[in-house]
């Protein structure tokens, strides 16, 4: 049975209280008169509260846990009478008044003297690298001072409770020894506590998660376990959804638990090489790097794309309770050098000397046939000189020759053209291309007489690279 406080008790009757008080007219009792000073308990034990530590650098879940250690530590030390949770918690809930970010002396005293006790224990939790840090303050609620001021460190989790208890002894000043970890085993044969047990039967919402009890996987909800005890830390796990908290198992009795599983959302930080890059998260986008996101536990599939560098496509694990960084930098894609080609081209009715650097290029061209005579000179523009097939566009011009049966002729041509060229190996390649070209004729014994025409024409080649 859970004990009600002093408290309790005075106001919940302080109206009748008050109505005694005025008609025996009791001098020592008035209204609006301050409720007694706490005394000490049977026994000259002094009566303690210990508010629930402030979390920094680690989570609210672990500060309230290892505020119990402590309430632990100090019940056992059979030196003070010791306010249970649950009863401070009832108090202060009917009083309106919120523990949480209760960090100050002042708050401190004011809270004692809602639990009507003569001390209180406030103080943190912390984390500073890899160490764990106690530190707690005890408030004398009557005079509002602080009376010792203890810190304890651990250099885990699991080194927490055993910490707790050396901070236990040292605010009673049973001891103030550092604390030891426990000694090996020695040859002697240990002595034997069986500890009583009790049943603890535990479903979920969802059913099927893991069930881990004190840091150990025991199987998948729903189950029913027999435990010692004592106080475990029960936790459950499915997919990204959790659930956790300090459970008391009593000697042969059946402690049932139903708890709803919850996403947790942790944080993600994604920093690329090169900045400012949108985040693709299982094809969702969440904008651009650097990216600060609140999201749900689990595995991912990151995409990233910029051209000029390789996709960079792998899978991530975000961590539940903890910021997740990751610092992603993208390859650049290194293109193979334009090589310099110079070679010879043949196509139909005559030949032709290349020269192609790269986008741009050159080529001289010869044709004779049908007594006609060409000369002329190629630009071209390549669009994509690195591939094996490579698309150009250019212009060309020149001049022309010739004679017939009955007259001689001379005169330029021009145009532009749109082709194609495929490498076939190193040193050889096929091109072919059409154009449309304006050709301009005189004839050489009469000037006069002139001939303008436009002609669309094709052309094949094969050329030979050195």
């Known amino acids: 049975m859970k004990k009600t406080s002093s408290y309790i008790i005075t106001n919940r009757f302080l109206p009748t209280v008050l109505i005694i008080c005025t008609a025996f007219n009791f001098s020592y009792c008035s209204e609006g008169q301050p409720a007694p000073s706490p005394a000490a308990q049977p026994g000259g034990k002094v009566t303690v509260a210990v508010s629930d530590l402030n979390a920094k650098g680690v989570s609210a879940m672990e ?3 290892v505020s119990d250690f402590l309430r632990d530590s100090l019940t056992n030390t059979g030196v003070y009478n010791l306010v249970e949770r649950s009863s401070m918690e009832q108090v202060l809930a009917e009083q309106k008044f919120q ?3 209760c960090t100050t002396d002042e708050c401190a005293v004011k809270m004692g003297k809602m639990l009507n006790v003569q001390r209180m224990i406030l103080g943190s939790l912390s984390k500073l690298g890899d160490i764990y840090y106690v530190s707690v303050r005890i408030v004398d609620v009557e005079k509002g001072t602080i ?25 009673t000043g049973r001891t103030t020894k550092s604390f030891v970890p426990p000694a090996a085993p020695t040859t002697a044969a240990p002595v034997s506590v069986v500890k009583e047990k009790g049943t603890l039967i535990i479903k979920s919402n969802p059913i099927g998660a893991e069930l881990i009890i004190d840091g150990n996987s025991i199987g998948n909800t729903p189950a029913e376990i027999q435990l010692t005890a004592e106080s475990h830390i029960i936790e459950l796990k499915k997919g990204n959804m959790y659930w956790t908290d300090k459970v008391i198992i009593q000697a042969n009795k059946i402690k049932n638990l139903n708890p709803f599983l919850q996403v947790l959302p942790t944080v993600i930080e994604i920093t690329t090489e090169p900045k400012e890059l949108k985040i693709y998260l299982n094809d969702k986008s969440y904008g651009y790097s650097p990216l600060k996101q609140e999201i749900a536990p689990g595995k991912y599939k990151v995409r990233i794309k910029k051209g000029g560098y390789k996709i960079y496509e792998d899978e991530l694990t975000v961590l539940a309770n903890k910021t997740n960084s990751f610092d992603i930098a993208l390859d650049k894609i290194i293109k193979p050098p334009v090589r310099t080609r110079f070679g010879l081209g043949l196509h139909s009715g005559g030949a032709s000397l290349r020269w192609l650097p790269g986008v741009l290029g050159f080529e001289a061209k010869a044709d004779s046939g049908d007594n006609i005579n060409i000369t002329t000179g190629r630009l071209y523009i390549n669009f994509n000189p690195r591939s094996s097939v490579i698309v150009y566009m250019g212009i060309e011009g020149g001049h022309i020759e010739g004679e017939t049966t009955i007259q001689k002729f001379q005169g330029n041509l021009g145009g532009g053209f749109l082709g194609m060229e495929f490498m076939i190996k190193k040193h050889f390649s096929f091109n072919m291309d059409i154009g449309q070209y304006a050709i301009g004729l005189n004839n050489k014994e009469f000037k006069e007489t002139k001939i303008e025409e436009s002609y669309l024409v094709g052309n094949v080649g094969f050329n030979i690279y050195f």
Do not use: W
């Open 99 to 101: 523990s949480s970010g």
């Open 147 to 171: 009376i010792n001021a203890e810190t304890v460190s651990a250099n885990s989790l699991q080194e927490i409770q055993p910490a707790c208890i050396q901070l236990a002894d040292r605010i």
């Open 63 to 65: 500060a309230s846990v």
